[in-house]
């Protein structure tokens, strides 16, 4: 079965602080995307990753194709940041289209 | 601004009733993604157009349809509505054809409200 898992679900943190949000899938896929979702329901995206790593910013993103992992990490995280992230997937397999994890809930207090 | 937008942003209407929503993509996109995202559900694909014709097919109802017309824009077309169909949904646009290589740009969204 196609599957995407997140972890952690909610994510709390001081001003100042480096974070890290996993995503996990579970066969082989072409492409992943992080995306924000902003406390007002909007979307952005994020990055589009097959392999490596892709920085913007203060935000990094890293895929490692072998174990089916990739994380978003926040360098000097700020209250700004405080959104839900969500990482999505395209499988190899399966009809041409995204298929979302359940999102991380980042809160960083001042 | 993501470029892509959609009309109306809120929608509040009775069970049976029918209702279009509306997405306008970002100029020079080819690709229109249908998007809904309830509480329980999280975000899940509906369908896709490229460039007028259906590309993509995703866990979009019977209930449901979807067009785009040769301008790009693209109208979601609800019917017979449950109290379940209560979600948010979203248009995105892309260049090219599929999930692949394209950033997707999401639109506001539309707030769909059942009573």
């Known amino acids: 079965k196609n599957e995407v898992e997140q972890s952690p679900q909610n994510l709390t943190a001081q001003e100042g602080e480096f974070i890290t949000i996993n995503c996990s899938y579970s066969v082989g896929i072409s492409a992943l995307h992080w995306l924000q979702q902003h406390p007002g329901g909007g979307i952005v995206s994020l990055f589009m990753l097959s392999s490596g790593k892709k920085k913007h910013g203060r935000l990094i993103a890293t895929i490692n194709i072998q174990e089916k992992h990739s994380s978003l990490h926040i360098t000097a995280s700020h209250p700004r940041d405080s959104a839900v992230y969500i990482c999505?997937?395209?499988?190899?397999?399966?009809?041409?289209?995204?298929?979302f994890g359940q999102g991380t809930r980042l809160t960083i207090n001042p | 601004d993501s470029g892509v937008t959609q009309t109306p942003k809120h929608l509040i209407t009775a069970t049976g009733q029918r209702v279009t929503l509306r997405c306008s993509p970002r100029s020079g996109d080819l690709s229109v993604y249908w998007y809904q995202q309830s509480l329980d559900q999280g975000l899940q694909f509906l369908i896709q157009?490229?460039?007028?014709?259906?590309?993509a097919k995703g866990n979009i109802l019977e209930r449901f349809s979807a067009q785009q017309f040769p301008d790009l824009h693209s109208e979601l077309n609800l019917s017979s509505l449950e109290l379940g169909d209560s979600a948010l949904y979203f248009c995105a646009s892309s260049v090219g054809p599929g999930p692949n290589t394209d950033t997707q740009y999401f639109g506001p969204g539309t707030r769909l409200t059942v009573l």
């Open positions: 999505a997937v395209r499988f190899w397999q399966g009809a041409q289209k995204l298929v």
């Open positions: 157009y490229y460039n007028g014709e259906e590309r």
